[in-house]
């Protein structure tokens, strides 16, 4: 999650790769998304200061971007 969250270009450079990998992390964020534990733990994966925590929309936003490529 610290990569997705730390790199402003990833959704553009998997947009830009092949269509097979495109297809794989579609399938892995989806499955991902599906599982309530994963969800419930997406906040502890970001610093427990407000200002990361407020970030948590955005990653939600860019980790279903994925999911939907």
């Not at 964020?29 to 970001?46: N, Q, R, V, Y």
Request: net charge negative.
């Amino acid at each position: 999650m610290a990569v997705v969250d730390g790199r402003a270009t990833l959704l553009e450079e998997c947009r830009a790769n092949t269509p097979e990998l495109r297809a794989y992390l579609a399938e892995r964020f989806g499955e991902l998304l599906k599982t309530p534990a994963f969800i419930d733990a997406l906040s502890g994966h970001l610093p427990g200061d407000a200002a990361s925590q407020a970030r948590l929309p955005d990653l939600m936003g860019v980790l279903k971007q994925i999911s939907a490529l």
